[in-house]
């Protein structure tokens, strides 16, 4: 039986573009780098509050790169949206939906990142304030 989620993949063609992305726009830090038995290179992210990890593949043997629309998008959490978003545009990804309130008090928004993924952020409703 299965028991925690470890990590996800995302293939990309420009490894350097997208690890820039999840460290200086979103604040992820890289956690390991290597090479894998099959020749790809692998580049293991991790936010700050998660056990998960976020593994980007760089494997130009496996073809280009495609993603469609709404096919797959990471989400995270944040304090505050308006400040993340401020963050993101100055650095080159302004949000590209929202923000929206949610029927459950959440605010969310997306963001592109490089090579047609999409990152959704999540600012939870405070309560008790």
């Known amino acids: 039986m299965v028991k925690k989620l470890l990590h996800t993949r ?14 200086d726009v979103l604040g992820l830090a890289e956690v390991d780098r290597k090479a894998s038995p ?18 980007i593949c760089h494997y130009p043997a496996s073809g280009p790169v ?13 304090d505050d949206l308006a400040a993340f978003a401020k963050h993101a545009a100055a650095k080159g990804y ?3 939906d929202g923000p929206t ?5 959440s605010i969310i928004a997306f963001i592109d990142a490089p090579e047609g993924y999409e990152i959704e952020i ?5 309560h008790g304030i």
């Open 122 to 126: 999540i600012q939870r409703p405070t």
């Open 101 to 105: 309130p949610t029927s459950n008090g």
């Open 10 to 23: 995302y293939r990309v063609a420009d490894l350097e573009k997208t690890v820039a992305f999840y460290r």
């Open 38 to 55: 099959r020749g790809s290179t692998l580049v293991f992210l991790k936010a700050p509050e998660s056990e998960e990890l976020i593994e």
């Open 94 to 96: 302004p949000l590209s």
């Open 66 to 78: 495609i993603v469609g629309p709404d096919l797959t998008h990471l989400a995270f959490g944040v």
